[in-house]
C-alpha cells in the first residue's frame, strides 16, 4: 500500500504532455462534474489560522468514497522574501479507510484550477460572444487567468494592469506569442477596464482595496473577482456589489472570506453550482452585470486532485511513497520503533556482535535497551548529526 507523491515538475509534465487548452478542458469538466453533484459533499467553510502578514488555511471535503484536503496560504509580502504568495499541497485519500492515496503539489495546481473555476463561471454568467477582458494584478496567477479566458471562452483582448510593473512585463514575456490574443498594457485599473466585457481583479494585499469602483462599471459587464478571499482582503467597491447579480462558491465561507464580506448577511447571492445544475439562472439579461465573488472552495481541489491523480497513472507519473508503514501486524506499531533495519541498528548490532541476518530478525539487545530505557545505546551508533551526538556524548559521561 503506497502512496502517490507529485511535485511540480510532475504536474508541469502532465500540462505540457496534454497541452494548456486541452488541461483546463480537463479541469474544468472534472470542477463541473463536481458541482453538479453538489449534494453528495460533505462540506465545511475551510479552517483559517491569520497573522499580521498573512494566513494559513486547511480546506477539507469529503464524498462517500474520497476525502481530501489542501493546506494553503496567503502572504502578499512574501515576494519581498523571494516566496510564493500562494503556496499550497494536498493529500486525497479514501474514504473506506483513510488511506491516502495522492500526496500532491497543489501551488502550480491552484492557480491551474482557480483560472478554471473562473472561466467555467464565465461561461454561465459573462455576456456572450465577450471578447475583451481586463486583467487588474499581473502575478503569479495571473498567466492562467489569461489562457483559461483565452481559450475557453474566446477572449482575444487582455487589458493589463498591475502596480508593479515588472510582473505586467513578466505576463507580457510569457503570453507576447499566443496566436490571437492581443495584449494591451495599461496606465491603470480604469484604462484596462474601459471597454471590457469581463474585468478580472487578481491582486494580493491584505486590506479593504478598492480596485474595481462604481464608475469603472460597464452594462453588461462580467467582474471575476479572485483576489478578495480573506476577511478585511477585498477588492470590488461595495457598491459595485450593491448593482450586480453576485454569484458565489460555498456562501456560508464566502460570507467571512468574499468581497460579500462588506454586505449585510441578507444580502442575496446565488451559489454557483444551482446554476451549473440548472436549478438557478446564471445572467438575465444582457445589460445585467454579474459578479463571481471566488475564494477558492475545497470541492475544486478536490476535482484538481481527482484529476492530477487519473492524468499521472495515466502517463505514469510521480513516485510511489511508503508514506504509512507496511506491518505484518497492524497492530504491532512498536515494532516499527524497534524496525533492524536502518544504519543506527545496523551499528548497534555490530557492537553487540551480530551478523546482519541476526539482526534483519531481532533487535540487538543494545538498542533495545537504548530505545526503551532512554540511554543512547553507543554514541557511535547514532546516525545523528554531529550537534545531537554531543549531547549524547554528555548523557553517557559520567555524574560529577
Ligand atoms: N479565489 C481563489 O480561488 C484564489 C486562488 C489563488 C489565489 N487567490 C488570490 O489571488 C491573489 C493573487 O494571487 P497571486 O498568487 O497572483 O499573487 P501575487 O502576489 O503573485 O500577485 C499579485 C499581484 O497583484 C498586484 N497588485 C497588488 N495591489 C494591486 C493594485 N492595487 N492594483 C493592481 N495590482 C495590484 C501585485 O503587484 C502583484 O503583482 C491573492 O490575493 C490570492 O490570495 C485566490
Redesign the pocket.
Known amino acids: 500500500m503506497t502512496t502517490r507523491l507529485l511535485l511540480t515538475p510532475d504536474v508541469a509534465r502532465v500540462v505540457r504532455h496534454d497541452g494548456i487548452a486541452p488541461s483546463f478542458q480537463m479541469l474544468a469538466r472534472y470542477i463541473a462534474e463536481d458541482y453538479v453533484r453538489w449534494s453528495d459533499f460533505d462540506k465545511s467553510a475551510r479552517v483559517a489560522n491569520h497573522s499580521d502578514d498573512g494566513v494559513i488555511e486547511l480546506m477539507p471535503i469529503s464524498d462517500a468514497s474520497l476525502y481530501s484536503f489542501k493546506y ?1 496560504n ?1 502572504h ?1 509580502k ?2 519581498r522574501v523571494g516566496l ?3 503556496m499550497a499541497f494536498g493529500v486525497l485519500a479514501d474514504v473506506a479507510t483513510g488511506t491516502p492515496r495522492l500526496l500532491s503539489e497543489l501551488t502550480l495546481s ?2 491551474l ?2 483560472a478554471a ?2 472561466a467555467l463561471a464565465a461561461q454561465h454568467l459573462a455576456r456572450p460572444g465577450s471578447r475583451t477582458m481586463a486583467l ?7 498567466e492562467f487567468q489569461a489562457l483559461a479566458f483565452h481559450h475557453l471562452l474566446g477572449i482575444s483582448e487582455i487589458r493589463l ?4 510593473l515588472a ?1 505586467t512585463d513578466k505576463l507580457v514575456r510569457h503570453l507576447s506569442d499566443v496566436e490571437g490574443l492581443t495584449l494591451v498594457r495599461c496606465r491603470d ?1 480604469a484604462e484596462a477596464a474601459c471597454g471590457a466585457d469581463i474585468v478580472t481583479t ?4 491584505k486590506r479593504n ?1 478598492t ?1 474595481v469602483t462604481p464608475d469603472m462599471i460597464e452594462p453588461g459587464m462580467h467582474v471575476n473577482g ?5 476577511p478585511g ?1 477585498t477588492e470590488l467597491h461595495r457598491e459595485v456589489l450593491a448593482r450586480a447579480n453576485v454569484f458565489v462558491e460555498y456562501e456560508p465561507q464566502s460570507r467571512i472570506e468574499g468581497d460579500v464580506q462588506q454586505m449585510p448577511a441578507d444580502f442575496p447571492v446565488t451559489e454557483f453550482w444551482r446554476v451549473l445544475r440548472g436549478e438557478a439562472a446564471g445572467r438575465r439579461s444582457d445589460d445585467e452585470v454579474t459578479v463571481f465573488d ?4 475545497a470541492l ?1 481541489d478536490f476535482a484538481t486532485l481527482r484529476w492530477l491523480g487519473d492524468r499521472a497513472e495515466a502517463l505514469g507519473l510521480g513516485r510511489e511513497l511508503a508514506l504509512v508503514p507496511a506491518m505484518d501486524d497492524p497492530k504491532d506499531l512498536f515494532g516499527e520503533l524497534e524496525s533492524t533495519s536502518g544504519e543506527a541498528a545496523d551499528a548497534a548490532a555490530e557492537a553487540d556482535g551480530m551478523t546482519a541476518a541476526q539482526a534483519a530478525t531481532r533487535i540487538p539487545a543494545g538498542l533495545r535497551a537504548a530505545l526503551l530505557n532512554c540511554v543512547p545505546h553507543r554514541k557511535d551508533a547514532w546516525t545523528t548529526p554531529p550537534s545531537s551526538r554531543k549531547s549524547a556524548a554528555a548523557l553517557e559521561a559520567p555524574a560529577t
Do not use: L, M, Y
Open positions: 494553503v496567503g502578499p512574501n515576494h510564493p504568495t500562494v491552484t492557480a484550477r482557480t473555476t473562473s487588474i494584478g499581473n502575478g503569479a496567477q495571473s494592469f498591475d502596480v508593479d510582473a485599473a487578481v491582486t494580493a494585499d482595496a480596485i479572485v483576489g478578495g478571499d480573506c482582503k471566488s475564494v477558492g472552495f475544486e
